[in-house]
């Protein structure tokens, strides 16, 4: 018996019967020899971790435009935070934490530069269908290792598409909607939870608002720092969820769900849809929309620019331009938009030779 073989077998036997054993997995689309160390989940989380995608998730904004200060969050520090919340609320579950995990690196690799703000761009330059969401599957199954994809398991890949809630309940009504595994719901929630608490703590930090305006019924019931909130959160949701009739029910308690409810609703109008953040959406509107038009002029520049992103999906797939000049956009970094901006509108510095 290998390794994997053996662990997959302690999974089984401590797991709960809401939680998908490595060893049930449904598979990957290209079928693949299983290592002898590593269980499928725990291959698809490396497999994250090593990838471009990733990488570039720490020069990519989570709420403030390209951060000079070092301690505000980016997306990379999110996803980090969600993996945690959701390890944590999966350990004390019995669910799988290898999937759990995995699903949390993976969720944002389709993120825009600059946030919600350019997936908000691309909503309107490219397609009103965007999210980014779909673009994170579009970046595991295509754009990553040259075009190869990263063939991670179907559990991994249905908890990336199904992550995202907007402003949308927090656990859909419509089965459809949801996770086809129990991990890829408790991310769901993490990423609730760690958004609206490092967030909140980014925004007091940077001024944008004040403690004193945050709302009383939520500093009291959640708490007042970053800590005393997640702390919160998680146990409530642990201590709330209950097994009925064959189904786990994630969900925190009234309480604590209006709270939070009320929290997300405080940093919307007050954060969210600030005049500093919206000031910053102009601005890089401007930044990726020029760039978008830019490119789908310039073939030879945008099969270069994908080619030093090492991505996949050239013109030779039968890829439409605007699709792939969509994956270009999408895969920048904060600075290497502005940088590339810079570079190709803003006029060079002339020095005159002097004889």
Not at 83 to 91: G, H, Y
Not at 100 to 105: F, Q
Not at 278 to 283: I, L, R, S
């Amino acid at each position: 018996m290998s390794i994997r073989e053996e662990f997959e077998k302690r999974e089984r036997s401590f797991m709960s019967q809401f939680a998908c054993p490595s060893s049930r997995s449904r598979g990957r689309k290209v079928a693949e020899k299983p290592c002898v160390v590593r269980t499928a989940f725990q291959v698809d989380r490396d497999r994250i971790v090593y990838c471009n995608a990733f990488r570039r998730l720490k020069h990519k904004t989570q709420v403030f435009l390209a951060p000079l200060i070092d301690d505000y969050r980016t997306r990379l520090t999110h996803t980090l935070e969600v993996s945690q919340m959701a390890r944590a609320i999966a350990r004390a579950l019995y669910l799988n934490e290898d999937l759990t995990e995995a699903i949390a690196l993976g969720h944002d690799l389709g993120h825009t530069p600059f946030g919600h703000s350019g997936e908000t761009v691309l909503k309107e330059i490219y397609s009103p269908d965007f999210t980014h969401s779909e673009q994170s599957i579009r970046v595991v199954e295509v754009l990553e290792n040259g075009g190869l994809g990263l063939n991670l398991t179907h559990e991994v890949l249905d908890g990336i598409l199904k992550h995202s809630k907007g402003y949308g309940k927090v656990l859909p009504e419509d089965p459809e909607e949801l996770a086809c595994t129990y991990e890829g719901r408790v991310v769901r929630i993490a990423d609730f939870m760690a958004y609206l608490n490092h967030d909140l703590d980014d925004a007091i930090r940077s001024g944008v608002i004040r403690e004193e305006q945050v709302p009383e019924s939520c500093s009291r019931l959640l708490g007042k720092t970053h800590s005393e909130r997640a702390a919160t959160m998680m146990k409530d949701l642990i201590s709330s969820s209950r097994a009925e009739d064959g189904v786990l029910g994630l969900r925190p308690s009234d309480r604590v769900r209006d709270a939070m409810l009320e929290l997300r609703k405080f940093m919307y109008q007050n954060v969210y849809r600030s005049p500093r953040v919206e000031q910053d959406f102009e601005k890089s509107k401007k930044i990726l929309s020029e760039l978008y038009a830019h490119f789908l002029k310039n073939e030879s520049m945008l099969s270069q620019g994908m080619a030093d992103l090492q991505m996949g999906g050239s013109n030779r797939d039968g890829v439409a331009r605007e699709r792939r000049v969509c994956d270009f956009i999408a895969s920048m970094t904060d600075r290497y938009a502005m940088n590339l901006y810079a570079n190709l509108f803003f006029p060079s510095p002339f020095s005159q030779k002097v004889t």
